[in-house]
């Protein structure tokens, strides 16, 4: 999921999306383990809860596009400048990665 996430465009994907590229069958799960991996790292690293009690804020900011009239926009989830530098450090962002995920989303792309 982090690196899906990181290797889209700006590493910014929406929860929708990322169920696709993941191949599940809509965005709820992804809501509930991407939040889950947060509350995990957030808590083994001593964070407290976030005020609005949304573990996902550690890794993520949230915008919403206007509305074009043609369809829904769904929230967009930016990845944290701390994350994106962090997913670098441990040398998790590899051309290999690049390629593999990049392919994955562009198939994801195809199905939203």
Known sequence: MLLLHYFSPSHTITS?????????ANFN?????????AHAVG???GYPQPDNGIWVTLFADFHK??????????WQWIMRD???ATI?????????A????ESELR??????
């Open 16 to 24: 929708g999306q990322l169920a696709a590229a993941m191949e599940w």
């Open 29 to 37: 799960g992804i809501n509930l383990h991407y939040g889950g991996l």
């Open 43 to 45: 808590s083994a690293l």
């Open 65 to 74: 596009p206007e509305d074009d009239g043609q369809d829904k926009k769904r």
């Open 82 to 84: 701390e994350l994106v």
């Open 88 to 96: 670098v450090e441990m040398g998790w962002a590899t051309p290999e």
């Open 98 to 101: 690049k390629e593999k995920y």
């Open 107 to 112: 198939w994801a792309q195809l199905l939203a």
